[in-house]
């Protein structure tokens, strides 16, 4: 088996996945990030088949007949629906080999899970991983995969700082010689800003919104801190009281007050890390400040807001959404030197 395996890898491109609650990245060794992909399947209800996997799965969200359902098999960054999540690799497994001559590619594969998460959670993701077609499988958590894309030093014995806010969850953790030190991990997030907005919609202005309209606002006019100059956009949706379209303008000003919960949220889970944080790396965080990943790290003013309410300096990462996946990519590069950063490895068994 052990031979097989190894002849198998030869025709095998190793890959790193960020897979996440509201999108799946993969990293290919040599040739960097290739796919960025909503972690969306839709399926056909009736006769159980998958329609579509991806970028197209997702345009049909809110737009498809009663039977077929556009559905993410990730909920707060874990596997909830097994097969639907197997289906969903292999797809993307198979899209990274489709020029391979081989249809038979095993590659060795590291994925990005949230920290904190259960064993049983964990095997859920090895098990898909495998039954995907992966060869070996090794697991990382998502903000120490993160603090090596943006190159942090989490193997010396210096305090790190990050937080990763995604789609499903927020990672808040202290690194340091290659372990976290404190970690907290909370289910506000992307996904939670765009709930938000769709429930203040429907309080304050009596608005039946779509997700995708709110995180379209959201990603218009969101922000945590008051902004330099005034935004507004068009929300619309469908009028709670006649039945019929409607549309009205909004500003900065209603969109933070939506968010204002689940930022103060957030905030106070950084702070309450803070205080968990031993004397030493703190006064390393005070000096190398606090590090932001993550599509929700680019929500306006928030880094802004952290900084005036820590009093620690924070820096959004360069290309904050890809740091999860580039940080997998140099593990799969140097794997043999960072082994000690991941969560457990699969390795190879000696033939009896």
């Not at 359902?69 to 197997?86: H, I, K, N, Q």
């Not at 080999?97 to 920290?115: C, D, Q």
């Not at 903000?143 to 305090?159: F, Y």
């Amino acid at each position: 088996m052990a031979i097989l395996d190894k002849i198998l890898g030869k025709f095998s491109k190793d890959i790193g996945i960020d897979l996440g609650t509201a999108s799946t990245l993969v990293y290919v060794r040599g040739r960097g990030i290739v796919i960025n992909e909503p972690s969306v399947v839709a399926i056909n209800q009736k006769t159980g088949q998958i329609v579509a996997i991806g970028e197209e799965a997702k345009r049909m969200v809110g737009r498809t007949p009663a039977q077929i359902v556009a559905t993410r098999p990730l909920v707060a960054g874990v596997v909830s629906d097994f097969e639907v999540t197997e289906e969903m690799l292999k797809f993307f497994i198979r899209k990274v080999h489709e020029e391979t001559s081989s249809l038979f590619a095993r590659p060795r594969v590291v994925i990005g899970i949230p920290s904190g998460i259960t064993e049983v959670e964990k095997r859920a993701v090895e098990d898909a991983s495998k039954n995907a077609g992966a060869r070996e499988v090794y697991l990382i958590e998502e903000p120490m995969a993160a603090a090596i894309g943006i190159r942090l030093p989490v193997q010396e014995a210096i305090g790190s700082m990050i937080v990763d806010i995604g789609g499903g969850t927020t990672d808040i953790a202290v690194i340091s010689l290659g372990g976290i030190v404190v970690a907290r991990n909370l289910r506000v997030a992307g996904d939670k800003f765009n709930e938000d907005i769709i429930r203040f919609a429907r309080e304050e202005f009596k608005l039946l919104l779509g997700e995708r309209t709110a995180e379209d606002i959201k990603i218009a006019i969101g922000s945590a801190h008051e902004l330099d100059e005034p935004m507004e956009a068009t929300m619309r949706g469908r009028d709670l009281v006649t039945g019929l379209p409607k549309e009205l303008v909004v500003d900065d000003t209603d969109i933070r007050l939506a968010l204002r919960h689940s930022i103060n949220v957030l905030v106070n889970s950084i702070k309450s890390v803070i205080e968990e944080t031993p004397p030493e790396l703190i006064a390393d965080i005070m000096h190398r400040g606090i590090n932001l990943v993550g599509g929700g790290s680019m929500l306006r003013g928030l880094d802004r807001l952290i900084q005036e309410q820590t009093k620690i300096i924070v820096r959004v990462a360069e290309d904050p959404l890809t740091a999860v996946v580039r940080g997998t990519g140099i593990i799969l590069e140097d794997i043999g030197s960072l082994k000690n950063v991941l969560v457990s490895t699969d390795y190879e068994r000696v033939p009896t």
